[in-house]
């Protein structure tokens, strides 16, 4: 990916930490190759309040609180295990205020993984908009508590954020809130082109080559339309698509079924390769019991697919359970990729790596100049890993990963 000088010198990309590798990849991603470190200072008072600075030159005293006139400042924000999101979250406005009060003509908040989606609607009927009629107990469980993700947008646009991005939000309810704080300018990507290139192109999977053998499902009736679109952007005709069902007997118990709106049954699929797909995964017991159900099929390999991979080390231990052969996963919760953090999973544990993606997203909102690339992610798995062949590769070596070279 290429930029001009001109429209590098335009755009700077910060984050609500100084040493945040994901921010750092995509800031190179596009184009800017000063340390974050160097762009903004992390001031934090005797009292332990945060004040941001913006690293200006000492003796310029022409264009005090000017700095970034014209500018888009870019602030990406993902967890990680020093600063709760609580803390993130409020450094994301202080700097969205301060890059404002200092000129910025834009600012784009960056965040992979959406801050307070989980609260994503409110103890009244007027207090979050659903695809569905909310009844009273769909009400009464929010009996109490605050509509936090729309508190949470007020609070970026308030404090000068322009734009949102983020990747594969499951909340209706959130994506709306957030679309009307920003008038449109909320963008909530999903990535069904890499997922569906490492797919079709690494040997994760077995199938013929229409997709003979191949089973696409979804967790429940709101993943139907992902996993429809991934179905139809990996475009093998032959391929099976099955939707489950789950029902929560209590807090702890979950039974599934085979959805009764299935397009397809268990009825031939005898030795196939599954792919479940959803968008996150917390304490891993339903996936391990969905997993467990589509074991009726005797799969010859089962995938779990999620875009965001926040498991607690309870869900982690409930992961390793046979039924699930191999898990694919996005880098959205960068500490993914740390050994330590994936534990016994990384036997089964596959990251691809989208900054450079998110990054060339980005370039396409903001319209700013670059090359487009075709498959621009990499993918990372442990050396304890069946399939491991080296550290870090590339898309376009997929062909050779295939070929066991």
């Not at 090359?371 to 304890?384: F, H, L, R, V």
């Amino acid at each position: 990916m290429s930029f001009s000088v001109n429209q590098s010198r335009n755009l700077v990309v910060v984050s609500n930490t100084s040493d945040n590798p994901f921010a750092i990849d995509i800031a190179y991603a596009m184009g800017q190759h000063e340390d974050i470190a160097d762009l903004i200072s992390m001031k934090t008072f005797m009292n332990s309040e945060f004040c941001p600075r913006f690293i200006s030159d000492e003796l310029n005293l022409d264009s005090i609180g000017e700095t970034l006139t014209g500018k888009t400042v870019v602030i990406v924000s993902t967890s990680d295990h020093i600063k709760s999101r609580q803390e993130l979250a409020m450094a994301n406005l202080v700097i969205a205020r301060t890059a404002k009060e200092n000129g910025a003509a834009r600012v784009v908040l960056v965040e992979p993984d959406l801050f307070y989606s989980a609260q994503d609607r409110g103890a009244h009927k007027d207090l979050g908009e659903t695809n569905f009629e909310r009844d009273v107990h769909d009400i009464k469980k929010f009996d109490g508590q605050a509509f936090t993700a729309k508190l949470y947008a007020q609070l970026l646009k308030f404090s000068g954020v322009d734009t949102v991005l983020t990747i594969h939000n499951h909340s209706y309810s959130v994506q709306r809130i957030f679309s009307d704080i920003f008038e449109g300018d909320f963008h909530n990507l999903i990535p069904y082109e890499i997922y569906a290139h490492y797919l079709l192109n690494s040997n994760i999977l077995n199938y013929g080559p229409e997709g003979e053998g191949l089973v696409l499902c979804a967790p429940d009736k709101g993943a139907r339309d992902f996993v429809k679109e991934m179905y139809n952007t990996l475009g093998l005709s032959k391929a099976k698509f099955i939707m489950l069902d789950k029902e929560r007997t209590n807090e702890r118990k979950v039974d599934i079924t085979l959805h009764k709106e299935s397009e397809h049954t268990f009825e031939g699929l005898d030795g196939c390769s599954i792919v479940l797909f959803d968008d996150m995964v917390r304490t891993g017991s339903t996936v391990v019991k969905s997993c467990q159900f589509l074991q009726k099929i005797n799969p010859e390999r089962m995938v779990f697919a999620v875009s965001h991979f926040y498991a607690s080390d309870e869900g982690r231990e409930r992961m390793v359970h046979p039924a699930i052969g191999e898990i694919l996963t996005l880098n959205t919760l960068p500490t993914i990729l740390n050994r330590d953090e994936q534990g016994r999973l990384r036997k089964k544990l596959v990251v691809l790596k989208i900054e450079k993606w998110l990054a060339q997203e980005l370039s396409n909102i903001l319209d700013l100049p670059h090359q487009s690339e075709a498959n621009p992610y990499k993918i990372d798995m442990s050396s304890k890993n069946p399939r491991f062949q080296r550290k870090i590769w590339h898309s376009d070596e997929l062909v050779d990963l295939r070929k066991g070279k």
